[in-house]
């Protein structure tokens, strides 16, 4: 986001040089009025009022308004749209006349008129601020003459007609500013999308002694400062700058420019702060006009047909009668906003259908822009659905190749948005690009079971892909034609791809993987497609010696350091079988000690390489249920041994839990206080 300077072509009698004047806009006018400056060879104040007219893009037009009374002449007064049709000044300084009177001008009867104002009013003072906050404007600070700076606040209320004057000093809660004048202010919303004002920041200004660089936050729903939180300040001491928010979506953006950064030193810097953010930032400058001479004292109004702010004189060691135009288009963007977009990527060649969804969109000529600067734009029309979606098919982008560009929208003619949402063009995938590998393609599988492997999607400039949505097809046919097995693919939506087929009897096999061409119906082999695999016998099948057990059931099988140890099911003990070499062997063994009693259905684990644990199970003598613990343990020698723990008992509930299952809760409860009585006494040794 950047600014660009313009030097406006003007016609018709121009204001005279001048500072401490107010730019205001009301409605459609932009008028200028009072200041200070040197009319007739004679510096003097002044109260002639101007307007100036900026239908013509081409040719800006002053016009002064001459009417039959007006404010006597004035500058560092407050000038404030009261609605549409009226403009509002108050205070100000002529020479050393202080001012606290009320004017209004009307843009329809062309006149000024002095408002009466009930209520006590504030001393007369200049180099204050006015905010206008509902129907009421906020008076903050300001100079009263003979030392006397102000840090009171007022509220001037307008209600049906009616002003009223309101002193609100003592009403504000917390710890305001210190007294200062030529100090800025301004008023933001806190909720995005919003137009309901909650804070008011006054930042920066003097005192007669020394210049601020603090800003203070008065919280106007509670009416209080807020004084745990630091609010947002310029990095240097500034005063006599000008500083104003302006609705955007969807945070309001504030500026500021130009002042006085110490003595005779004036400046012509350009910071904003989004509100939402809540940090000024100083903003590139495109274009070649430079920007203006730098001044303190001068006046801006914003211009919302052309998102540019229109700044008039100022002083900087003299008085300036110049007229420049700050194009912010590009941070304060259209009344409406677009937040994301989805899908965010797609192929190059287009057609892509997007939701874009914003804030405050309407209906209307709806445009889209594709691009990342002006030399590859492509604008295409959207759909309006709804105040925050519309719909837009992606324009083609092979002319410029596979880039991330920033989307923008325009409706009915006005700016585009100034939100970042970005859409990444993807070159096509092409199949001849395209390669698969893994232990699923190796020379020699396996049938019956899911072989894998793995396919990288690359596009027409052999890059690999970073995203699904491909559609690949796998196919296992035997070499004879004669069997085809099942396959299938999973999209890992990183480019990747997995495949899996499953052959289903042994022998050669070709796995032909192919890729959907996108707009068409053809499937075109990948790299290396087909690829030839011989499907083998997965499982290995040995030859098994010795006294092979009985048929039975109820049995436990357990491996044991390359031993398969089977036990229980009948009365016939223990065999191992020993799995080492080609030749299994089957061996029935006497272990020494126990044994333990016949039976089936029971648990075994295993306890380390030459030892396991068996427990319970079903008694083959009674058929009564057993809990006893055994272990059996290959000695060095090569001989088995049982074995049981001393201290194997029979399992039994904990008593605890026996005694609350039958309604022993109370008597758990007193164990607790007696624990809990030893803990005392414990402490109560301890202390003495």
């Known amino acids: 986001m950047s600014i660009s300077w313009e030097i406006p ?41 101007y307007e100036l007219d900026t239908s013509d893009i081409d040719e800006f037009k002053w016009k002064e308004v001459v009417t039959q009374t007006s404010p006597p002449p004035r500058a560092r007064h407050a000038a404030i749209p009261l609605d549409e049709k009226q403009l509002l000044i108050f205070g100000g300084i002529d020479k050393r006349t202080r001012y606290n009177d009320v004017w209004i001008f009307s843009t329809e009867e062309r006149a000024w008129s002095p408002i009466q104002v009930y209520g006590a009013a504030p001393e007369p003072r200049a180099h204050f601020t006015a905010t206008k906050f509902g129907s009421k404007i906020i008076i903050f600070g300001g100079y009263g003459g003979s030392g006397q700076v102000f840090n009171d606040i007022w509220f001037l209320r307008v209600e049906d007609g009616v002003f009223t004057w309101e002193d609100m000093t003592a009403s504000a809660l917390g710890i305001g500013p210190t007294p200062r004048l030529d100090h800025s202010a301004f008023i933001y919303p806190i909720t995005p999308n919003s137009d309901t004002y909650d804070k008011l920041v006054i930042m920066g200004g003097r005192d007669l002694s020394q210049m601020f660089q603090d800003s203070h936050m008065l919280d106007l729903n509670d009416f ?97 009668g110049d007229l420049v135009k700050l194009n912010v288009s590009s941070i304060i963007g259209p009344p409406y906003a677009c937040t994301s977009i989805f899908p965010d990527m797609g192929p190059v060649f287009g057609s892509t259908e997007l939701t874009i969804k914003g804030l405050r969109l309407r209906d209307g000529k709806i445009q889209v822009k594709f691009s990342t600067n002006e030399k590859n734009e492509a604008v295409v029309d959207g759909t309006f659905v709804d105040n925050e979606t519309i719909k837009v098919l992606t324009p083609n982008y092979e002319q410029y190749g596979a880039l991330t560009v920033d989307v923008k929208v325009s409706i009915s003619g006005e700016g585009w948005t100034v939100n970042k949402i970005r859409f990444s063009y993807f070159a096509n995938t092409a199949a001849r690009n395209c390669i698969a590998y893994g232990p699923g393609l190796l020379a020699e599988t396996m049938y019956g079971v899911e072989n894998s492997f ?26 004879d034609g004669k069997y085809e097995g099942v396959a299938r693919i999973k999209d890992l939506s990183n480019g990747q791809y997995e495949g899996h087929y499953m052959a289903p009897t042994p022998g050669q096999y070709q796995i032909f993987v192919a890729f959907n061409e996108l707009g068409t119906s053809d499937y075109v082999p990948i790299r290396g ?50 799995t080492d070499g080609q030749d299994w062997k089957w061996s029935q063994v006497t272990a020494s000690g126990g044994p333990p009693p016949d039976r089936s259905f029971h648990s075994s684990a295993v306890l380390s390489l030459e030892e396991l644990a068996l427990f319970g199970g079903v008694s083959v003598a009674d058929g009564s249920d057993l809990n006893d613990l055994w272990y059996l343990k290959k000695q060095e020698d090569g001989s088995w041994s049982w074995s049981t723990p001393e201290a194997s008992l029979p399992y039994t509930r904990h008593v605890m839990v026996s005694e609350e299952e039958e309604g022993g ?17 414990k402490e109560g040794e301890e202390e003495e």
């Open 9 to 49: 072509v003007i016609v018709g009698d121009s204001p005279c040089p001048r500072s401490g004047h107010s730019f205001t806009s009301v409605g459609d006018h932009f008028l200028l009025f009072g200041g200070v400056g040197r009319k007739g060879d004679k510096p003097q104040s002044l109260n002639d009022l």
């Open 454 to 479: 793995l396919i990288q999607a690359k596009d027409t400039q052999n890059e690999k892909r970073t995203s699904g949505g491909d559609i690949f097809q796998v196919r296992t046919v035997s070499m």
């Open 529 to 578: 497609s087909p690829f030839t695999v011989t499907c083998v016998d997965p499982w290995v099948k040995h030859r098994v010696m010795g006294s092979t057990p009985a048929r039975r059931k109820g049995l436990n099988l357990v491996s044991l350091n390359g031993d398969l140890v089977m036990y229980g099911g009948d009365k016939s003990g223990v065999f191992v079988c020993s």
């Open 224 to 320: 209080a400062w807020v004084n745990d939180v630091q609010p947002p300040t310029l990095p240097y001491e500034i005063c006599n700058n000008v500083c104003d928010g302006i609705e955007s979506v969807p945070y309001h953006k504030v500026f500021s420019f130009g002042g006085k950064k110490d003595m005779m030193l004036y400046t012509n810097t350009v910071e904003v702060m989004d509100c939402g953010a809540l940090v000024w930032s100083t903003p590139p400058t495109e274009g070649t006009v430079k920007a203006p001479v730098a001044r303190e004292d001068t006046a801006w109004i914003f211009d919302s047909s052309t998102c540019s702010l229109l700044i008039f004189g100022g002083w900087s060691n003299r008085w300036l």
């Open 665 to 681: 809760g109370e008597e758990a409860g007193s164990g607790d206080d007696k624990e809990k009585e030893k803990e005392e006494e």
